[in-house]
C-alpha cells in the first residue's frame, strides 16, 4: 500500500495495553518463550468493536483503486460457524454499487471497507500477527499492515501481507523516505503446491529495533534490517503505528501486476462478475500484537 523519537519498547506497549483493555501472557505463534498479548481482536462479537477501530469514508482515496470505503454493514460484516474459524471472523467485502460514491473525481462503481487502529492501538516493536483467508479473484488488492502517524512515508509503513489475486503468492514491503512506492525493499512469497492463498494463514512481523522478519505460518519469509533499509534512506521504524485492514480492488498494484485495463485499472470482468455475485471477500479470524521479544 502506500502508506522521530525513539522509545522503548516496554513504555510505548505499555501505554497499549493501559488504552486497548486488559492483557494476557500466552504463547505467540512463532518462538518458544511466552510473549505478553498487549492487544487482540479475535472479532467474536456481533459487530465492530469502536473502542478499537476506526472506519475509513469516502473522502479517502490513492493508488486509483477502483472502489470507495464505506462504512456500512455491507462492506464490513460479522461471520461465525465458517470452516476453519473456531468462532467468528471479520469480513471485508467489495460490492458493485454504482451511484454511491459522492467524490466527483472518482465516481467509483463498488464499495469496500477499511478499518485502522490510529489513536486506539499503536505500538513501537513487537510481535503482530493476524490469520486471514484470501479470494481466489485477480485484480483485488486487499492488505494487513501499519502505518506511522505522521506525512507519507515520513514516520514508515510495514506492509504484512498484499495480495492481488494470484493465488500462489502474497507480497511484504517497507515504506519510507527515499524507499517509497516503488521500494526496494520489498519480497513476494511464493506458497508450496499444497496450499495457497485462498486457505487460512497466519501472516506476521516480528519487528524490533534493528530488523523486521515477515512470516506465513510462522515461517520466515524474508527479513529486512536497517543496514537494508539505510542503504536506500533513513530508518522509519522507531515511532508508534497503528493497524489497517482493508480491501481494496484494482488501481496500481494489481494493474503493474496484470496489465488489465478494462472492464476496470487491473480488474477484469471474472472479477467483476464473482463481486456482483457476492463471491469475493477477505475473512479474518483475529488480530493480535505481542510484546516485543527482547524485552
Known sequence: MIRSIRRPAIASLALLAASCGSADTQPATSGEESRKLVFADEFDGPALDRDKWNVVGMDFWVNNEQQAYLDSPDTIQFVRDIEGVDGGALVLRPVYRPGVDTREDRKADFISGRINSQGKAEFTYGRIEARIKMPDAPGVWPA??????????????????????????????????????????????????????????????????????????????????????????????????????????GGAYPFKTNGIESPYNGLPQSTVDAIKAGKVAMYVDWVRVYEAAES
Open 144 to 249: 494487513f499492515w501499519m502505518l506511522g502517524n505522521g506525512e507519507w512515508p515520513g514516520t514508515g509503513e510495514i506492509d504484512i501481507m498484499e495480495y492481488v489475486g494470484e493465488r500462489d503468492w502474497t507480497g511484504v514491503a517497507l515504506h519510507g523516505p527515499d524507499y517509497s512506492g516503488e521500494t526496494p525493499i520489498v519480497n513476494k512469497f511464493f506458497f508450496d503446491p499444497a496450499t495457497d492463498a485462498t486457505d487460512w494463514h497466519v501472516y506476521a512481523v516480528e519487528w524490533t529495533r534493528d530488523a523486521v522478519l515477515f512470516e506465513i505460518d510462522g515461517r520466515l519469509t524474508y527479513r529486512a534490517t536497517r543496514p537494508m533499509v539505510e542503504y536506500y534512506g533513513p530508518w522509519r521504524f522507531d515511532d508508534d503505528k497503528h493497524l489497517i485492514l482493508n480491501f481494496a480492488i
